[in-house]
């Protein structure tokens, strides 16, 4: 199992070394460069100074080198500054002296670079950033899996039933339905004082006034309330709801085909119990890896999702990044994004043979 | 727990019933797909009465599942019952509720089937499984239950009841799961238990412990049984009463004595006609194969089903209207579905074929000489890495097998029979020994490395002949494509008429070198296999158990064919199999295999009679045979066969040995023994003395009249 581990965390890395670079030549492509250097020097540049601008702020010299610099692996440059008179390098805080700064400062050391927008270290954004997402996802999955599994194992106890029929379209609808388009139409039955339910209840007099649910999940970023986080929660389970859903109706269809289950229903044990007890944990075993590659998909589910509310989370900040041409910022969040997707594919490998007697102890 | 049934009380049933326990009258079953209805089974009656054995036989798709789950009331969603009743202790199943239903399933009928891995549930610990019958049905507390778990593990013979109460499935063999299948069934001391072929996945030798398990517990606990089987034989040694079905109705029935001996249905004589007895030889009694197939159920004839495959067919009275089931005069309780079954003659003997004479061996083919095979596994399959095992599949084997002789191997699952195949192919390569064909080692050219010459030379007959044909591919194209690859033909014409001739040697119409696979039944895909093992004029042919995956009325008829070629052809045959009777019947040398040894090898004779090595003499004797004047030596071998990948030390048989106190010193734990020379051309591999060989007694014996 060790080895096992082992095995899997070093092909991990290696994985995460291949995208991590792909995103960095992407990022330092010549075209973002020459925008980096006209929104950070001046607008009217030509592209000679262009060219003086990103050499003198350390953006020259071999795209490898600079993603060595970036991991860690290779010493940050250094240079003599001529106009200002400094030395100045990609270790070298305002006014420190090169004696006194690191000799690396990537990945490696923790240190991901300094945000040119918003003037702040990345780590530090990332951080406040990833907890705000972490409640999202917690959220969105506490409502996605329980649901998802409930309306799984009810469609697939008896295959072809109405009941099954019923699940199942709804099912595939939520799977068809990009969060873009859920998300605003939640926000219009629910969350808007003029059209959708909201009016409605005021008129009922079951509502005071206002609306049912927050349009914005602003205020949620200083405490979650049901009535501004309920929107961006459902929107984002409402898509993996279908697709983990589907998975696990497949897999507990098969089940109940099973001998077992006919040996079961021939001892005289009853169908809740033979659903419970019998076909529950054999159900679950397929849909487990689907719920833990899930993760990755909500990954982008949240961009939009956070967007959409105005949460200022990771999804909201890679956007944010992406447009603003904040370079070390988006190569943060795709390490992140990056690591999540590969860290939930070895959980769920690992979980697979936790849940299967047969590959446990064999 | 919060899962647990409130106890399904009784009160379902009468406590006190005189008549039969179960009593079938007139029972249609139809199975509705979207194209058609499906009559499965039709106008079949049958009773049991308390205590007694009823055995049902019939070839694979005749029904006799179908009425087993119909008595259990589980058709699923597409089957139903059109016509007829079932009677419970006289309660028609089919009036009762759900709830009643549940009450009586498992409480009063239980049920047994043919894969015990897939009737245990992978996820749940043994003892979870067994105690819930009791729980559920008769309201006993958990504790309660387990010590009946525990007693009921114990009554079926197996060690440590305890651990195996908290093992998963797959922590037990094959023999083990359906021994835990059985006191599932019998928790709750049922009344009548159904069993569907509970042993065909198993080895012979565990089956016969099976069986004899299976009567033992019957006995004592006065349970009615209802045994469904293809073989004959084991109806003998199971049953009081049997029912033979063909093609959804029951055609004969009767007491066990009465059926075998003075059959009254020519189905039921021309299925123990196809059939081989090892107590007897193929000039003595040849077999003789039931002409054409089964009809599917949508295509059976007008008037009696049997009659496009029966000799005794008189048209014009056989063909026009149903036959209804009759009495017969003798006999107990003796029912046929015959019109003829007073006129014909059932004492004529059989119209025996022409006599073969057994054709002189020639020069010496094939010769293996102190073969290994060693596999070597990864103790853990899942995570790799770590140590790795050695799986000794073949343990210096030697033997030779000259030309038109018929070598058989047999040995039980997991012996090293399919390896030896693999090696002697070039699927595999030798370990270390020699395998040398005409005098040339081949054993470490594999198939790629050899050449066309040599590939034709040594062919296979697979086991499965579903698996083994291209299903795109037409018959005609399949063989042509074997020709090519084999060099033979100078073009395509030549081929051509080569395929044809092949089509004519394995007795199959020239039209269906048109046909693809799919459109040919079972014996026929295996003749399409045959013809290619010898379109290259093959030297060997190594046939993997050929039909034992057909049905028993076609197996005779592809054992003579490939009798017939071999004989055409002067091939050497290598026939792997593990039903001696077959063995007894076409082979004229045996090679009994354990654990990757030889243990065995002589003359078909030298092997059938004593003295014998122990595990020959407990084979013999746990095959059943389907001749009631047959006496048997009853053997019953203790557990399972040791894994490959964990041998006992010393004697690979020593864990099951019932000789091994009668050599002295313990040498049986400790050494493996060598090959001992005990005639000419046999061989055992045994350390037992001279003279306790020579004291052993037939495992097979007559008494004519018996
Ligand atoms: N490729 C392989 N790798 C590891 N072990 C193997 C392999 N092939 C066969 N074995 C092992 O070698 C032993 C002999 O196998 P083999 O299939 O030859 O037996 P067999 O007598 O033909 O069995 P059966 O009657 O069930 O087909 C078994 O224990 C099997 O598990
Ligand atoms: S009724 Fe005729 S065809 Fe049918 S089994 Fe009897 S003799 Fe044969
Ligand atoms: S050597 Fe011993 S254990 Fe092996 S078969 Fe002979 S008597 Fe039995
Ligand atoms: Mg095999």
């Not at chain 1, 020097?41 to 030509?46: C, D, E, H, I």
């Given at each position: 199992m060790a080895f096992f581990i082992l095995r899997r965390t070093g092909v991990m890395i290696l994985t995460a070394l291949c995208l991590t670079f792909v995103v960095f030549f992407l990022t330092n492509l010549a075209p973002n460069l020459e925008k980096l250097a006209k929104t950070q020097?001046?607008?009217?540049?030509?592209d000679a100074e262009v060219t003086s601008w990103l050499d003198r702020n350390g953006y020259g010299g071999p795209l490898v080198v600079r993603y060595g610099e970036w991991l860690g692996v290779v010493p940050g440059w250094v240079r003599f500054d001529e106009p200002t008179g400094e030395w100045r390098g990609r270790c070298i805080l305002r006014g420190q002296s090169p004696e006194d700064a690191d000799r690396f400062c990537g990945l490696l050391q923790g240190d991901l670079g300094y945000s040119t927008v918003s003037n702040a270290e990345v780590a530090a954004i990332i951080g406040g950033r990833m907890a705000l997402t972490g409640v999202l996802m917690f959220w969105a999955f506490a409502v996605m899996v329980p649901t998802a599994l409930v309306i799984g194992i009810m469609a697939g106890m008896r295959e072809g039933s109405r009941m099954d029929r019923a699940l199942s379209t709804f099912s595939i609808g939520t799977t068809a339905t990009p969060e873009y388009v859920s998300g605003v139409v939640f926000i219009i039955l629910l969350a808007s004082s003029q059209t959708g339910l909201s009016p409605l209840l005021v008129d009922w007099g079951w509502l005071e006034s206002g609306t049912l649910f927050l349009g914005s999940a602003r205020s949620a970023m200083d405490g979650v309330t049901f009535w501004n986080f309920t929107l961006p929660v459902i929107t984002i389970a409402f898509y993996g709801i279908g697709y983990i859903a589907r998975m696990t109706r497949a897999s507990m269809a098969e089940v109940m085909t099973a001998q077992y289950i006919r040996t079961a229903r021939l001892k005289g044990v009853r169908f809740r119990t033979i659903v419970l007890r019998h076909a529950l944990r054999n159900a679950l075993i397929a849909p487990f890896t689907v719920i833990m590659l899930q993760i990755p998909w909500l990954l982008t589910g949240v961009v939009i999702v956070e967007t959409l509310f105005n949460y200022n989370g990771f999804g909201w900040t890679l956007v944010q990044a992406a447009s603003n041409n904040d370079i070390e910022l988006l190569l943060a969040c795709s390490v992140v994004a990056v690591f999540v997707v590969l860290v939930t594919q070895l959980i769920s490998d690992i979980g697979y043979v936790f849940l299967n007697p047969r590959i446990r102890i064999s | 727990m919060m899962l647990d049934d409130p106890f399904q009380g009784a009160g379902v049933l009468p406590d006190t019933h005189d008549g039969p326990i179960l009593e079938i009258s007139n029972l249609s079953i139809s199975f509705f797909t979207r194209a058609r209805e499906i009559p499965a089974v039709m106008d079949f009656s049958c009773s049991v009465m308390p205590g007694e054995a009823m055995g049902l036989v019939g070839e694979s798709g005749c029904g006799k599942s179908t009425v087993a789950l119909g008595v259990m009331q589980d058709l699923g969603t597409n089957g139903r019952i059109v016509g007829g009743t079932i009677r419970y202790k006289g309660r028609d199943l089919a009036s009762l509720g759900a709830d009643e239903l549940r009450a009586i399933r498992g409480r009063d009928i239980a049920m047994i089937y043919q894969e015990p891995m897939a009737s245990l549930n992978p996820a749940m610990r043994i003892g979870q499984q067994l105690i819930e019958v009791p729980m559920i049905h008769e309201g006993i507390s958990r504790t309660q239950a387990w010590a009946r778990a525990r007693e009921m593990v114990a009554d079926v013979r197996l060690p440590d009841p305890e651990r195996i109460l908290r093992s998963y499935p797959h922590q037990l063999s094959g023999g083990q799961q359906q021994r835990i299948v059985i006191a599932m069934a019998l928790m709750s001391k049922p009344s009548l238990l159904i069993l569907d072929e509970p042993t065909t996945a198993l080895d012979v030798t565990v089956e016969a412990a099976v069986v004899d398990l299976i009567k033992d517990l019957g006995r004592k606990y006065g349970t009615s049984m209802l045994f469904i089987s293809h073989n004959l034989g084991l109806v003998l040694e199971t049953c009081d009463r049997i029912c033979v079905m063909y093609s959804g109705e029951a055609v004969e029935t009767g007491a066990i004595g009465d059926v075998f001996n003075h059959m009254r249905h020519p189905y039921t004589q021309a299925l123990f006609r196809s059939i081989p007895l090892p107590g007897a030889d193929k000039s003595a009694r040849p077999l003789r194969a039931i002409p054409g197939n089964f009809p599917l159920p949508h295509e059976r004839p007008k008037g009696c089903n049997f009659g496009p495959r029966c000799d005794y067919f008189v048209a014009g009275r056989c063909d026009m209207s149903d036959v209804a089931m009759a009495s017969i005069a003798q006999g107990d309780r003796h029912q046929s579905r015959c019109l003829r079954a007073d006129d014909i003659d059932w004492a004529a003997p059989m119209v025996a074929g022409a006599q073969q004479t057994a054709p002189e061996k020639g020069d010496v083919v094939l010769e293996v000489r102190d073969l290994k095979k060693y596999y070597e596994v990864a103790a853990n399959a899942l995570f790799g890495g770590g140590e790795t095992r050695v799986v000794k599949a073949n343990e210096s084997l030697s033997f030779a097998a000259r030309e038109s002789e018929t070598l058989a191997i047999v040995g039980e699952s997991g012996c090293g029979k399919s390896t030896l195949a693999k090696v002697l192919m070039g699927l595999e390569t030798a370990t270390s020994g020699e395998v040398l064909l005409d005098g040339s080692a081949i054993q470490d050219t594999p198939i790629e490395a050899r050449d066309t010459r040599l590939v034709s030379s040594i062919q296979m007959v697979f086991q499965n002949p579903f698996d083994t044909l291209n299903p795109s591919m037409s018959v005609g194209r399949q063989i042509i494509r074997a020709l090519e690859v084999f060099g033979i033909g100078a073009s395509d014409a030549e081929r051509r008429t080569r395929m044809l001739d092949l089509l004519d040697l394995v007795k199959l119409p020239r039209a269906f070198a048109e046909r693809m696979p799919r459109q040919l039944s079972g014996g026929q895909k295996q003749r399409v296999g045959i013809a290619r093992a010898f379109a290259g004029g093959a030297r060997i042919v190594v046939a993997d158990?050929?039909?034992?995956?057909?049905d028993v009325s076609v197996q005779a008829a592809v054992t003579d064919l490939l009798m017939d070629i071999q004989r055409r052809e002067k091939t050497t045959l290598l026939f792997i199999s593990h039903d001696l009777s077959i063995v007894r019947y076409l082979s004229d040398r045996v090679l009994v295999m354990y654990l990757g040894h030889v243990v065995e090898l002589g003359s078909t004779d030298q092997v059938f009679s004593p003295p014998y090595h122990p595990y020959t003499e407990a084979l013999l004797s746990a095959v059943p045979i389907a001749d009631t004047s047959v006496a048997k030596q009853r053997i019953v071998l203790e557990g399972d066969i040791p894994s490959a990948m964990n041998p006992p030390p010393g004697c690979p048989f020593q864990t099951r040995c019932r000789w091994k106190a009668q050599v002295p010193g313990g040498l049986c734990e400790t050494q493996v023994p060598p090959m001992r020379r005990l005639a000419e051309g046999h061989d055992i591999k045994c350390h037992l003395a001279m003279d306790v060989l020579a004291s052993m007694d037939p495992v097979i014996t007559f008494a004519p009249g018996a």
């Open positions: 020097g001046n607008a009217r540049m030509s | 158990e050929p039909v034992s995956a057909l």
